[in-house]
Antibody, heavy 126, light 107 residues
Framework: EVHLLESGGGLVQPGGSLRLSCAASGFTSSNFAMSWVRQAPGKGLEWVSSIGGSGGSTYYADSVKGRFTISRDNSKNMLYLQMNSLRADDTAVYYC???????????????????WGQGTLVTVSS | VIWMTQSPSLVSASTGDRVTISCRMSQDINSYVAWYQQKPGKAPQVLIYATSTLQTGVPSRFSGSGSGTDFTLTISRLQSEDFATYYCQQYYIFPWTFGQGTKVEIK
């Protein structure tokens, strides 16, 4: 059974940093691309970043490009999101999500998410 | 950026009703549309991908259709567990984007 568990959220001051982790189980990590999707309080869903199965290709929303870094360690079945220069509008629940296609690549047609973690709340406030 | 217009934003319905949610894209997205259901305090769950493919385990009362720029999620006979918020998503062109959401509430 696929299971995703995020951790690392919390309260951070504007300009600060935070590292989110996502522990994956129940599937071969390297076979699947992974993504982070966030949801501001009371708002809709926003795709944040994706990474290929091997970790060699990464993609970012313009709103986080240059501030966030996605990475993975397939030997540990872990996904990460390093978040720097945090702003108030980064406040959200952050979900890690497994891609539905078993090819490990991130291209058109591969970016739907068939499993999600329970989410971790990041609050950016002074 | 592909702009998405999801409508309506709110549906008031009764169990047994047929519910239709629309998602219109600003350009052709080659059928790469998924639909998600989200209940309060929970993570989204995929219902349909590639416009009309039902995710394993999802009841057959859910169906998807459409092409080009116009896509639809239909719930044929609403059940009590279907009261939730629904999102469409395009995964054809970066940035992948979601619709604004449709809340299905009890009438």
């Amino acid at each position: 059974e696929v299971h995703l568990l995020e951790s690392g959220g919390g309260l951070v001051q504007p300009g600060g940093s935070l590292r989110l982790s996502c522990a994956a189980s129940g599937f071969t990590s390297s076979n699947f691309a992974m993504s982070w999707v966030r949801q501001a309080p009371g708002k809709g869903l926003e795709w944040v970043s994706s990474i290929g199965g091997s970790g060699g290709s990464t993609y970012y929303a313009d709103s986080v490009k240059g501030r966030f870094t996605i990475s993975r360690d397939n030997s540990k079945n872990m996904l990460y999101l390093q978040m720097n220069s945090l702003r108030a509008d980064d406040t959200a629940v952050y979900y890690c999500a497994k891609h539905g296609t078993e090819d490990g690549i991130v291209v058109a047609g591969t970016g739907y998410f068939n499993y999600w973690g329970q989410g971790t709340l990041v609050t950016v406030s002074s | 950026v592909i702009w998405m217009t999801q409508s309506p934003s709110l549906v008031s319905a009764s169990t047994g009703d047929r519910v239709t949610i629309s998602c219109r894209m600003s350009q052709d997205i080659n059928s790469y549309v998924a639909w998600y259901q989200q209940k309060p305090g929970k993570a989204p769950q995929v219902l349909i991908y590639a416009t009309s493919t039902l995710q394993t385990g999802v009841p057959s009362r859910f169906s998807g259709s459409g092409s080009g720029t116009d896509f639809t999620l239909t719930i044929s006979r609403l059940q009590s567990e279907d009261f939730a918020t629904y999102y469409c998503q395009q995964y054809y062109i970066f940035p992948w984007t979601f619709g604004q959401g449709t809340k299905v509430e009890i009438k």
